[in-house]
């Protein structure tokens, strides 16, 4: 693997040894670090699992949900995780969607954008200061913090933790490039989007904030399923499309590329049957093709090839929805068979 082609791949929770053994293989591989998500539970647990069984690897939050837990719970796992691993912690943030935020979790959504900002900031309030004895109060529009009774923790391994934003569209995007250390790219992005839209949002959020484009790490997110029977590729793709696609707050990002008649059929699908697998099937292969990366491995290792024309590093994942664990490993065997080796 080229020192400029910089892989991460994904962890997420599993029984403690399978976790330790897969990123123990990608390090071994040569990868540059690892992911966790959170999809529901707190991405930090699978995370420290492979950080006591690796060395090198670099260890992620694929994202932390932003507004699910308080800015002070978030910064201090962040140092807890960065001191587990010896300093090879990044803090990825994103919003999610409101539905999650509000319905799930019982915590304001707001305005994503200032949010989202207001978090960054007192996350690496914390972070710095926490140690220092200068906390005391924070007033914002969504966080009121009052340390007057914080007794102060030890100093962080490191006080300029990385902290990379994740976003589906503009404006997020476009601050990110402002504010923080690096941009996640989404999974469903198409390739197209990824290297025109994206490129223009993160270089709008750099030019406003006066920052040069070395400034960030852009990590661009794939699903990618490389499979000698094209045919099921695409048939393997499409629960991962229809997932994404019914979500309403989604809607938008596919109509921009011409499915939103598509997503709104998902959407209602999802919402009277109660699930996306139901819907699967509604996912014309056009529409599984555009967002998921799949066919052949000579046509999926093509298209994975034009992101690196923007990408400073690239995370491929399996599209795992409704797949049996050995669909998901075969695809990942795959992957590492074709990128990796």
């Not at 919003?95 to 954008?113: A, H």
């Not at 197209?192 to 406003?208: H, P, R, Y």
Request: with cysteine; charged share 20%.
């Amino acid at each position: 693997m080229s020192d400029k082609r910089k892989f991460w791949g994904i962890v997420s929770p599993m029984p403690a040894p399978m976790i330790q053994a897969q990123a123990q293989q990608l390090e071994a591989m040569g990868l540059e670090g690892v992911f966790a998500p959170q999809v529901y539970g707190p991405p930090f647990i699978p995370l420290a699992v492979a950080a006591g069984a690796t060395t090198r690897l670099k260890l992620a939050s694929g994202i932390a949900l932003a507004f699910t837990r308080s800015p002070f719970e978030t910064a201090v796992a962040a140092m807890d995780m960065d001191m587990i691993s010896g300093g090879r912690f990044t803090l990825g943030l994103g919003s999610s969607v409101r539905s999650w935020s509000e319905g799930f979790f019982g915590m304001p959504y707001g305005k994503p954008v200032e949010h989202l900002r207001e978090v960054i900031e007192i996350v690496r309030l914390v972070i710095q200061k926490s140690h220092t004895g200068e906390l005391t109060r924070y007033e914002g529009k969504y966080h009121n913090l009052d340390f007057s009774e914080f007794q102060s923790l030890r100093a962080p391994l490191r006080t300029d933790i990385p902290i990379w934003v994740a976003g589906l569209r503009q404006p997020i995007l476009r601050m990110g490039a402002e504010v923080a250390d690096g941009i996640i790219g989404h999974p469903i992005w198409s390739v197209e989007w990824a290297t025109t839209k994206v490129m223009d949002d993160i270089n709008a959020g750099l030019a406003k904030a006066g920052r040069q484009r070395s400034d960030v790490e852009f990590n661009a997110w794939l699903f990618v399923a490389p499979n000698a029977d094209r045919k099921q590729a695409i048939e393997d793709a499409k629960a991962t499309v229809a997932f994404y696609a019914g979500v309403e707050q989604y809607e938008p990002y596919f109509t921009a590329h011409g499915f939103g008649k598509e997503a709104k059929m998902l959407q209602e699908g999802v919402k009277s049957s109660g699930g996306y697998l139901s819907v699967k099937h509604l996912v014309p292969d056009e529409m599984a093709q555009t967002f998921v990366v799949c066919g052949t491995p000579d046509e999926v290792r093509a298209r994975v090839e034009k992101v690196w024309d923007v990408a400073d590093s690239v995370s491929l994942s399996p599209p795992a929805y409704a797949l049996a664990p050995e669909q998901v490993m075969a695809y990942a065997m795959a992957i590492a068979q074709l990128f990796y080796s």
